[in-house]
């Protein structure tokens, strides 16, 4: 079985996020775990608000610093690194969606995806071989979005600051035919290792990963499974 992480941010971007890239990477390299998915935030607060670059080339760069970080750690410690992102859309302000499967170099190219909204960000998607997971739905302030929309949900997210009612979560999911995922929604020290995916195969690639949830071949990882 390969452990991956789904959902991790970078101290580097995710301006909520407190642990180093590199360090975050010895950290799952340590709990045994074959790769990770950097998905720092992406949406106008973000790029604009946290990142005072004006140059889009320079401000997108600084966005995915993280992502390289991580990637050249991981590559040190045998750990596979993902680029994805944690996004907003313009219809669902207080939402967020998990994006796995648009590569850093389409995002590079493809400035302020954010202003678009979902059923438009769903052909994005749909064109470019990529997947869209709502993050923690049942969140406080956040509604769960039209399952047609949607590749799934992230039924169980491990991190310890917020309520994530994943217990609901994955109900709904299971009643209503949305496809799950699980991420740890590492920020902290002590947040890594507490969700991810179990696959039978190594996904080395961020087309790789999509294939495999596609697959639906895989079983959820959550904080009280044994890693």
């Known amino acids: 079985m390969y452990l991956?992480?789904?959902?991790?941010?970078?101290?580097?971007?995710?301006?909520?996020?407190?642990?180093?890239?590199?360090?975050?990477?010895?950290?799952?390299?340590?709990?045994?775990?074959?790769?990770?998915?950097?998905?720092?935030?992406?949406?106008q607060d973000a790029l604009y608000k946290d990142i005072q670059e004006p140059i889009w080339e320079k401000k997108i760069a600084a966005y995915q610093r993280g992502y390289y970080l991580a990637k050249e750690q991981g590559e040190k410690r045998g750990l596979t690194v993902l680029f994805g992102m944690e996004m907003h859309v313009a219809d669902y302000p207080d939402n967020e969606y998990l994006v796995y499967g648009l590569t850093a170099d389409f995002v590079a190219q493809n400035k302020d995806l954010w202003q678009y909204t979902l059923p438009e960000f769903r052909e994005i998607a749909n064109a470019n071989n990529a997947m869209i997971f709502q993050a923690h739905p049942f969140r406080k302030?956040?509604?769960?979005?039209?399952?047609?929309?949607?590749?799934?949900?992230?039924?169980?997210?491990?991190?310890?600051?917020?309520?994530?009612?994943?217990d609901y979560a994955i109900m709904t999911a299971k009643v209503l035919g949305y496809g799950l995922v699980s991420g740890s929604d590492s920020h902290d020290p002590g947040d890594a290792g507490h969700g991810g995916l179990a696959f039978f195969e190594r996904p080395e690639s961020e087309a790789d990963l999509v294939r495999l949830l596609r697959s639906k071949h895989y079983a959820l990882i959550t904080s009280i499974d044994k890693i």
């Open 141 to 166: 302030n956040m509604v769960l979005s039209p399952a047609h929309l949607l590749d799934g949900i992230e039924a169980y997210n491990g991190n310890p600051r917020h309520n994530s009612r994943n």
């Open 4 to 43: 991956f992480d789904v959902h991790v941010h970078t101290a580097e971007v995710s301006h909520c996020a407190h642990l180093p890239a590199a360090q975050t990477i010895d950290i799952y390299a340590d709990l045994g775990y074959s790769g990770v998915c950097i998905t720092d935030h992406y949406s």
